[in-house]
């Protein structure tokens, strides 16, 4: 089975956007893990998830970004999400993480984003 997943990190200043576009599934997981996890091991001040070309979005994408919030706290890096696809939208909805995560409509607006999500309940 071919991986429809493509990835895409950009600088804006001190910010990165990581871009994903395709089908985050059990299939594409190293690739979307690995463009996550080395734009955060980068210190960015803000981590902007560009989800607006995802198709497909499993559980596993959840998960990769849940484990991506969890790493962020306690660190300097604000994680946003931008303009997350319907697909994405509807799994966090569907889950209730849709309060962990800040949306932005643009890469612009959420690399702007300076203020840190409020801390899940303990």
Known sequence: MS???KS????IGDALVCALAGDVTMDSE????????AALDRAPSVLAVDL????????????????LRQR???RPTALVLV????MVRRVLEITETAPLFPVRATAEQAVRHSLRPPAAPR
């Not at 190293?30 to 996890?37: G, V």
């Not at 607006?52 to 484990?67: A, I, K, P, Y």
């Open 72 to 74: 962020t706290l306690g």
């Open 30 to 37: 190293p690739i979307a893990a690995h463009a996550l996890n």
């Open 8 to 11: 895409d990190t950009v600088a």
């Open 52 to 67: 607006s070309r995802v198709e497909l979005f499993t559980s596993t994408g959840l998960n990769l970004l849940l484990t």
């Open 83 to 86: 303009a997350p696809s319907d």
């Open 3 to 5: 991986v429809r997943l």
